[in-house]
């Protein structure tokens, strides 16, 4: 059972491919079409997060509820079931013990009842497992032509959520890459040149924009052009990759063609 999860995002996709393509049945809970379903045997539409109440968990652990931004006498569709009420209908349909009569057996046939169970739960008081134990591991170097690969996934990028909506799609930020001053000088570009970028699977190429950061780091969007960098590149933020600039028979990533 897979729920909301782009394999992309993942710290191994092909581990994570090879192991659903290995499954026996597989059942997903999504909102788009994805490398998940098109693997599925059953696919369960679930109500978007604007249409259902739930809980989210804050970076710092606590729990903070929210309610239905959409009402379903405001919307022209049937609503599509909660992933709580999803699960509930496939514990009954899978016949697990633990419920009481009248609520299904996996006994939280509501969310306020799903919310009393974690209330129940409480927060941990016991003891705090210790600090790791093994040693951090050494520092890349990066010699000449070489940087720090860093980067995060911009909030509008390559997302399946935008799927359908190409005037949220639209006002995606441009994909740059980012190097400091010296660092670009070094490399022999200069703001607005085009950047190489290349790992031991692939290169990208990128816009330069000079930044303030610090000297031999290389940032890029991870999942703004192509097929993302560690698909594109085989390299994960915090490795070393090759930079230089782009040579006559580099092509420039760009974002995909959109269009209001």
């Not at 970076?59 to 931004?69: C, K, V």
């Not at 996996?106 to 003891?127: N, Q, S, T, V």
């Not at 720090?148 to 390559?158: E, F, I, K």
Request: charged fraction near 25%.
């Amino acid at each position: 059972l897979v729920a909301g999860v782009e394999l992309a995002d993942l710290p191994d996709p092909a581990a994570a491919r090879a192991a659903l393509d290995a499954v026996g049945f597989l059942v997903s809970l999504e909102l788009r079409p994805s490398e998940v379903t098109d693997r599925a045997d059953v696919v369960l539409p679930v109500a978007a997060v604007a249409e259902k109440s739930g809980t989210f968990l804050n970076w710092e652990g606590r729990a903070r509820l929210f309610e239905a931004a959409l009402k379903p006498e405001q919307m022209t569709r049937r609503l599509a079931p909660s992933d709580a009420r999803v699960l509930h209908m496939l514990a009954d349909a899978l016949a697990h013990d633990g419920g009481t009569e009248g609520q299904g057996r996996l006994g939280l046939p509501d969310l306020r009842a799903a919310r009393a169970e974690l209330d129940r739960l409480g927060g941990w008081d016991g003891p705090r497992p210790t600090g790791p134990l093994e040693p951090s591991l050494p520092v890349p170097r990066p010699a000449d032509g070489e940087a720090v690969l860093a980067g995060h996934r911009l909030l509008l990028d390559q997302g399946l959520l935008q799927d359908g909506d190409d005037a949220l799609a639209g006002t995606r930020h441009a994909a740059v890459a980012r190097l400091s001053v010296a660092t670009a000088a070094e490399t022999g570009v200069k703001d607005g040149d085009v950047l190489a970028v290349t790992g031991p699977a692939g290169t990208v190429t990128l816009p330069l924009r000079v930044t303030a950061m610090p000297d031999r780091v290389v940032w890029l969007p991870l999942n703004s052009t192509g097929g993302g960098v560690l698909a594109d590149t085989g390299s994960r933020p915090g490795t070393l990759v090759r930079i230089a600039p782009a040579g006559p028979a580099d092509s420039v990533n760009t974002a995909p063609e959109v269009r209001a």
